[in-house]
């Protein structure tokens, strides 16, 4: 789709999705998965991430890498699910790979035309204030003197900051 891809494995295409993954709305790359029907988690070796950001870094100008989450497949034991997050507002723009700027049509890559290329050009690369659901910072009580009373929070969930451009 516009936003999300699927990887069997390891391919010198990824840095290619990153790129325009970067340069459109971004979206989620999901390694270790295969396309169509049976047992699609296959999985791959966690020096798959090593393999990621070094292509980034070699491939991509200005190098960049994305944020990487690997997921442990239960009972394959050293296998990864690879959620690579792609966050357009994090990314400078444009992103180029090879000399030209990927983007992301539905369900492939294409090279930007010339009035998209100076539209990346012109967009900001400086990450803003882009998420739509605010994480609020904890309340710790305070004793009489204003101390607080706990030492440290932890805090669970997950939340991925969208610009209102992928919130759609």
Same mark, same amino acid.
């Given at each position: 789709?516009?936003?999300l891809?699927?990887?069997q494995?390891?391919?010198?295409k990824i840095?290619?999705?990153?790129?325009?993954?970067? @340069?459109?709305? =971004? $979206?989620?790359?999901?390694? =270790?998965?295969?396309e =169509?029907?049976?047992?699609?988690?296959?999985g791959?070796?966690?020096d798959?991430?090593? +393999?990621?950001?070094?292509?980034?870094?070699a491939?991509?100008?200005?190098?960049?890498?994305?944020?990487?989450v690997? %997921?442990?497949?239960? #009972?394959? +034991? $050293?296998?990864?699910i690879l959620v690579v997050r792609i &966050?357009?507002a994090?990314?400078?723009?444009?992103?180029?790979?090879r #000399?030209a700027?990927?983007?992301?049509?539905? #369900?492939? @890559?294409?090279?930007? &035309?010339r009035?998209?290329?100076? *539209?990346?050009?012109e967009?900001?690369?400086?990450? *803003? @204030?882009? *998420?739509?659901?605010q %994480?609020?910072?904890?309340?710790?009580?305070?004793?009489?003197? =204003?101390?607080?009373?706990a &030492?440290?929070? %932890?805090?669970?969930g997950?939340?991925?900051?969208?610009s @209102?451009?992928?919130?759609?």
């Amino acid at each position: 789709s516009l936003t999300l891809e699927f990887k069997q494995q390891y391919t010198d295409k990824i840095p290619t999705s990153i790129a325009a993954m970067a @340069n459109t709305y =971004g $979206g989620i790359l999901m390694v =270790g998965i295969a396309e =169509g029907g049976g047992d699609r988690l296959l999985g791959v070796p966690e020096d798959t991430i090593v +393999r990621i950001v070094s292509a980034c870094h070699a491939r991509l100008e200005p190098p960049w890498e994305p944020e990487i989450v690997p %997921v442990q497949l239960p #009972g394959k +034991r $050293g296998l990864f699910i690879l959620v690579v997050r792609i &966050d357009p507002a994090q990314a400078p723009r444009p992103l180029l790979e090879r #000399g030209a700027a990927p983007i992301r049509l539905h #369900g492939r @890559n294409a090279i930007a &035309d010339r009035p998209r290329l100076r *539209s990346l050009f012109e967009q900001s690369s400086v990450p *803003s @204030n882009i *998420s739509r659901f605010q %994480v609020q910072a904890p309340q710790i009580a305070r004793d009489s003197k =204003g101390e607080p009373e706990a &030492d440290c929070m %932890v805090r669970k969930g997950f939340a991925i900051p969208l610009s @209102n451009d992928a919130a759609w």
